[in-house]
């Protein structure tokens, strides 16, 4: 009999726990932790690097002045604005997923599509490129890579992915409203080919679209999923996850951030 996975709802966290929680249950997921799907929001605006992305002692002033965070991320892809978004993130063993990168990407992006279309919002995956793209844009929503989806020809959803040690982590932004333009500024991103649900005429409350992915993944994975919190490992793992993230200085890519492993990295 499958396994339930772990509906794990949070609340509003700063960069460096969210992003330690989502280690911690990567880490719980290796040695026999339950499957999770989890959603939480940010406090205040965050910049989220991927793991390799580099930010210049001026671009790291600029954001300081302008209060927004910078955080790295333990997944690839490039850097992500948070703030007016919902973030999920899927977490299992390979086992428990389809196969393969491209696989798990496809699968989560048909889950999170068939969510959407139940809030009346219609999307389709970006078409994967025929060819290797140039070089790489600083901001994750500037351009859609396979999978991801979006709405009228514009990104809606990002997403990043890493698998260490037989587990899977792939966490990504639902786009909720427009970041405001001062702080996009400050983080260094430019107005770009994105959307939100609100620009989309969609206004939906937080519970209203957990709901709606919930249900998508259970359909998806033909398993229920039981809403739980972590458990005190997996705080207490983070919690050391989380003072190694804010004591990072995230302009270096020399060595990993510290508190992980050096493991297989994919991301867009």
Known sequence: MPQ?????VDGVGAGPWNMAVDEALLASVVVAGPPT????????????????????????????????GVVRRM?????????EDLTYAVVAREAALP??????????AEALQAALASLEVATEPAA?????????????FAEAAGDELCAGGRKLVGSAQRRAGGGVLQHGSIRLAPDPP???????????????LSELGVEVSIEALVSACRTAFERCLG??????????????????????????????????????SRVRLDGR
């Open 4 to 8: 339930p996975w772990r509906l794990l």
């Open 223 to 260: 398993v229920g999923l039981e809403r739980a919190g972590i458990s005190p490992l997996e705080r207490r793992q983070a919690r050391e996850r989380e003072s190694a993230r804010a004591a990072e200085l995230p302009i270096s890519i020399d060595e990993p951030p510290q508190g992980a």
């Open 37 to 68: 799907l989890r959603f939480y929001r940010w406090r205040g605006p965050w910049l989220s690097l991927g793991y390799r992305q580099r930010l210049d002692a001026e671009q790291l002033a600029a954001c300081a002045h302008g209060n927004v």
């Open 99 to 108: 196969a393969g990168l491209s696989a798990t990407y496809a699968f989560v």
């Open 182 to 196: 001062a702080v996009r500024r400050a983080a260094g991103l430019q107005p770009g080919a994105a959307t939100s």
């Open 75 to 83: 997944t690839g892809g490039r850097a992500v604005l948070h703030g």
């Open 128 to 140: 994967r490129p025929a060819r290797e793209r140039g070089a790489p844009t600083f901001d994750c």
